[in-house]
């Protein structure tokens, strides 16, 4: 059974920087196949997809915000970092990470429960 | 700045059928597979359906997809109360790296 879980819901300072963790279970990210992916909400909103790391270490991130993005992984942690850099009040928004694999065409099919990032002084 | 376009609601009655339609372009569903998302209030999204029409494990046969050119849609027949949620197509967008693109939304309401 694999699930994922990202870290605590946080609040940041304008233009800081955010480091989220998302810890997974069931799976490894060596496993080929295998990506973990950060998706976003804000309330009331479309989901946008952030960026994914899959078991070769290659990496996807969303042009509009890949200035803003680092994603990497540590294998032995289980563990899968997404920093965003130069935060705004408008980054405030629910943060999942999910998995994909090939098994569904690199569809998100399990997600974790999200976590709540507020961006304000 | 979603580049998949939903209708932003939708709604039927208790075992009615609801189509929610998903457009796009040749450089997604045009060329790739399209998912759909289940959201329920509150909670996490669900995966409904990958590769543009299968469902996984556990997801009931009412809802059903299909993608035809650069559009896809999603089915679901016999409304039941729990289905009252909020629902998203995704697919690949083929670029110079290829990214993952969602869809605006809609809103499915049981009357």
């Known amino acids: 059974q694999i699930t994922l879980k990202e870290s605590d819901p946080t609040l940041v300072k304008p233009t800081q920087t955010l480091t989220l963790t998302c810890t997974f279970s069931?799976?490894?990210?060596?496993?080929?196949?295998?990506?973990v992916g950060w998706i976003r909400q804000p309330p009331g909103k479309a989901l946008e997809w952030l960026a994914l790391?899959?078991?070769?270490?290659?990496?996807r991130y969303s042009p509009s915000l890949k200035s803003r993005l680092t994603i990497t992984k540590d294998t032995s942690k289980n563990q899968v970092v997404l920093t965003m850099t130069n935060m705004d009040p408008v980054d405030s928004s629910t943060y999942y990470c999910?998995?994909?694999?090939?098994?569904?065409?690199?569809?998100?099919?399990?997600w974790g429960q999200g976590t709540m990032v507020t961006v304000s002084s | 700045q979603s580049v998949l376009t939903q209708p932003p609601s939708a709604s039927g009655t208790p075992g009615q059928g609801v189509t929610i339609s998903c457009s796009g372009s040749?450089?997604?569903?045009?060329?790739?597979?399209v998912s759909w998302y289940q959201q329920l209030a509150g909670t996490a999204p669900k995966l409904l359906i990958y590769?543009?029409?299968q469902r996984p494990s556990g997801v009931p046969d009412r809802f059903s997809g299909s993608k035809s050119g650069t559009s896809a849609s999603l089915a679901i027949s016999g409304l039941r109360s729990e289905d009252e949620a909020d629902y998203f197509c995704?697919?690949?967008?083929?670029?110079?790296?290829?990214?993952?693109?969602f869809g605006t939304g809609t809103k499915v309401t049981v009357l």
């Open positions: 999910a998995h994909s694999s090939v098994t569904t065409s690199n569809a998100f099919d399990i």
């Open positions: 069931g799976v490894s990210l060596s496993t080929s196949g295998v990506g």
């Open positions: 790391i899959y078991w070769d270490d290659d990496k």
């Open positions: 040749n450089s997604n569903i045009g060329s790739n597979y």
């Open positions: 590769r543009s029409n």
């Open positions: 995704a697919s690949w967008e083929d670029s110079l790296s290829a990214i993952f693109v």
